[in-house]
């Protein structure tokens, strides 16, 4: 084994430390998030720290970092209170992860790559068009992490769109059949094949 | 699409609501925490929230609800400032599984699976032997997130031990190579192959 302590990890290269401690902790989540400013510009950018917070309330929750180049989603956020997650697809991981490049605030991605804005009943945010898995959230609070100043921000799930043949009968949303995507450290895509869903287990006896 | 609101999903029927809530955020890191009390029970659960916070200073977290199961970690790693985290692998993802049934706090599940703990240098709690990715962790803070009562638990890396073949020259911990899991919802296991890493991305001109 390799074997790296914190004085060896705080001395590493930058780019070299970026990549080995945002791969360290496994596979992320793949969604991007569309907002739009109360000025109308719509926004869409890639997110690998989307995290299940609970479910009763259906909570969800995401890391970000306001001074790079997440700010104007935590902008819009703040100031709208309202925003969307959806999952990212084989089809278009490629344009999804161009939205991680620094545009400024009066451009938006949706215009930089081929990726298209979708409006759905009383969301003022944008939808990814044809992303299997559609959800529509409420901003309800934010954590300031002193450790390292990011942010976590909570969202409430006011509205979930799932493709129909996703869902099996108990509610268990089958992500390989979606085709959607994990990332592996900054920039890795897999797509992944369930290999099996295990039962709910009891101690032994 | 099938559209759930916010109404639908809080009248859902409850196995049917964890499962979708769980499945709906996207594929979920799948590591097993190892701990020790202070009397000297080791413990070790399975976690599908481990989350990268940040690298500098190298910082990952984690959810937990002290009222559930995972219970004898948090006391644990509030006793003793120390766990460890280590990746699941696809020849014993069955046995990490079974860390979640509800053993008393004097019950071991190294005990009552196949997986054995190892100790390295230096470190109080137990690692779980033979996994690619070994991650020493000190605690260094918690959150409570009054919109649901769970805790987010911050720790600092302060050693890391990786399968030799898995790190690329430029620091990218390769997941698959590896052959760690990943979880969807609740009880889904899938092994991902890498499809490909993508180039950093500069704005369009």
Redesign the interface.
Known sequence: ??????ED??N?QH?????????????????LIGTKSKKGIENVAVF??????????????F?CRPTTVTRDTYENIKKTGVYT?N?IH?SN??EA???????DSE?SEFD?TSLSSEYKKGCFAPFVEYSP???EMKF??E?T????N?I?V?G?????????KL?TQ???????EAN???I??L??????????????????T
């Open positions: 084994m390799q074997y790296f302590s914190l990890i705080n590493l780019l070299y430390k970026i990549n080995l401690i945002n791969s360290c902790s496994g596979f992320k989540s793949a969604n690998s720290s989307i995290t299940h917070i609970g479910s009763n309330p259906p909570i969800l929750g890391f997650i999952h084989e991981f490629q992860h161009h939205t991680s490049a620094k545009y451009t930089k898995i559609q959800i309800v609070g954590y992490i002193k450790e390292n990011t976590l909570l409430e799930i006011q509205g979930l769109y799932i493709n129909d869902i108990d509610g268990f949303i089958n992500l390989s959607v995507a994990t592996n450290g920039d890795g895509y897999a797509f992944p094949k369930l290999k099996e869903r295990l039962a709910y287990q009891r101690p032994k």
